[in-house]
């Protein structure tokens, strides 16, 4: 049973950092890309990276850019998203959820259940 469980998320102040991380099971991390998204009350969810499942390419909106990491560890099945100098417009719940195969174009098959980030200025 594929299962992404996301931890890491809390409430701090702006310029602080969280590390967000994505627990995978039930399918080899290797073989999929992961992307981590965030929604925000009254605006449209927000891809924030993604990271491809054969070579590692990594990918982030333009808002995130220079900000956040996106990292993974195949031996610990996770996924994590280092959150530096953090806004209080990165205020959201974040989910990450399994890409359908290696590409970060592909769609999403498989979410968590989300992660609240509260950033307060």
């Known amino acids: 049973q594929v299962q992404l469980v996301e931890s890491g998320g809390g409430l701090v102040q702006a310029g602080d950092s969280l590390r967000l991380s994505c627990a995978a099971s039930g399918f080899t991390l290797d073989y999929y890309a992961i992307g981590w998204f965030r929604h925000a009350p009254g605006k449209e969810r927000e891809g924030v990276s993604c990271?491809?499942?054969?070579?590692?390419?990594?990918y982030y909106a333009t808002s995130v850019k220079g900000r956040f990491t996106i990292s993974r560890s195949n031996a610990k099945n996770t996924v994590y998203l280092q959150m530096n100098s953090l806004k209080p417009e990165d205020t959201a719940v974040y989910y990450c959820?399994?890409?359908?195969?290696?590409?970060?174009?592909?769609?999403?098959?498989?979410w968590g259940q989300g992660t609240q980030v509260t950033v307060s200025s």
């Open positions: 959820a399994r890409k359908s195969g290696y590409g970060c174009l592909l769609s999403e098959d498989n």
């Open positions: 990271i491809s499942g054969s070579d590692r390419s990594t």
